[in-house]
């Protein structure tokens, strides 16, 4: 027992002791980085875009206190997400250079492979340096170095950036209908509902198969639903546009107040 006590001690000294070597080694990285990328006011940016060569290009705007999806999509936004995005600009850089430091093309910043644009400041992002895996980022005149701990917030589906709630922030559900049945006491359970996650949806053969679902709100808007589901589990199918919000296990018969019918 004694020696089974001793090992456990031994094993916990050593993982102390690599938590603490790795925090001395982010700190010695971190006193050696340059001022950020940019000294932009994001809290202040009304209108974010993003374009690369291998994603969709996005536009959002800010809203109040949300932002808006407006391209590829005219949806609520995950203000979340787009904080990511916004973070790029305050980006940590590990050292700069003059833009004629480097051949821009090879470099891939002529064209860039990524850009993202806050207002009227553009950040052009290329390739990864071979050595140290930092992605050459270009703004103004200048090319900085910067730890590549983003690129996949801008390579993101349009989906994945959505607002996943089924009511829109901000809306308020007047009307519930399930397969043309008024289910007003099932309206609370939609009011605060989200999706696991978003996807697209190109599936138009199977569109209109499933539980129909209209959810009117109070500005008398109306959002439908096709209630289905597949191998991966229960989906609720927008019909204008055509997105899937994947839902949580238990969740479809939740909204449904009953079991969801069998898959055909």
């Known amino acids: 027992m004694q020696r089974a006590s001793r090992t456990n001690l031994i094993l916990l000294g050593l993982v102390v002791l690599l938590g603490l070597a790795a925090w001395w080694q982010v700190e010695r990285e971190v006193a050696g980085f340059e001022p950020p990328l940019s000294t932009l006011d994001t ?119 959505l607002d996943r709630h089924l009511v829109p922030g901000g809306s308020t559900p007047a009307s519930l209908r399930i397969d043309g049945s008024v289910r007003a006491d099932l309206l609370g359970a939609w009011s605060d509902a989200q999706a696991a996650r978003l996807v697209a949806d190109a599936d138009t053969a199977t569109a209109a198969t499933g539980t129909q679902v209209e959810l009117r709100l109070a500005d008398d808007s109306t959002i439908e639903f096709t209630l289905g589901a597949d191998a991966e589990g229960a989906f609720l199918r927008r019909a204008s546009p055509p997105i899937r919000y994947r839902l949580a296990p238990g969740q479809a018969q939740a909204l449904l107040g009953r079991p969801i019918p069998a898959s055909p």
């Not at 202040?44 to 290009?57: S, T």
């Not at 949300?66 to 590829?72: D, E």
């Not at 005149?141 to 994945?160: G, K, N, T, W, Y």
């Open 43 to 161: 809290s202040a940016v009304r209108r974010i875009e993003v374009n690369c060569r291998q994603c969709q290009r996005r536009v959002f705007e800010r809203d109040g206190a949300h932002w808006t999806m407006r391209q590829p999509y005219d949806l609520p936004a995950d203000d979340a997400v787009v904080a990511r995005l916004l973070s790029i600009a305050r980006s940590p850089v590990r050292r700069r250079h003059a833009l004629d430091a480097f051949d821009v093309a090879k470099v891939g910043l002529a064209p860039p492979l990524m850009r993202l644009v806050l207002d009227d400041t553009h950040f052009d992002i290329g390739l990864t340096d071979a050595l140290g895996g930092d992605r050459y980022v270009r703004t103004g005149d200048r090319i900085a170095m910067v730890p590549d701990r983003f690129s996949p917030f801008l390579l993101a589906a349009p989906e994945s950036e």
